[in-house]
Nanobody
Framework: VQLQASGGGLVQAGGSLRLSCAAS????????MGWFRQAPGKEREFVAS????????YYSDSVKGRFTIFRDNAKNMVYLQMNSLKPEDTAVYYC??????WGQGTQVTVSS
């Protein structure tokens, strides 16, 4: 399984970004997918996940209401729409397929 994340960049506070993750493999639609992030000097933390069932999205309290995770099974893609970005959202964002598959990370920097 390979995961390729993209879409990071520099944005002002209050702005939006959409992260994309392309996944290889024929069983994508049956897999839970997630996003994590790691800020400088901090541990990697959970951001959001999406299951197989409609409505099976979960978010950390810090992003709930601002971020949306969704997937396109036909394209083997998972996305993270990030709105109302804050400087504390600055981190490297990683696509994740449990239990142990990680993408290479994409940098998100939010300026104040």
């Amino acid at each position: 399984v390979q995961l390729q994340a993209s879409g990071g960049g520099l944005v002002q506070a209050g702005g939006s970004l959409r992260l994309s993750c392309a996944a290889s493999g024929r069983t994508f639609s049956s897999n839970v997918m997630g996003w994590f992030r790691q800020a400088p000097g901090k541990e990697r933390e959970f951001v959001a996940s999406i299951g197989r069932s409609p409505g099976a999205q979960y978010y950390s309290d810090s992003v709930k209401g601002r971020f949306t995770i969704f997937r396109d099974n036909a394209k083997n893609m998972v996305y993270l729409q990030m709105n109302s970005l804050k400087p504390e959202d600055t981190a490297v964002y990683y696509c994740h397929r449990p239990p142990s598959h990680w993408g290479q990370g994409t940098q998100v920097t939010v300026s104040s």
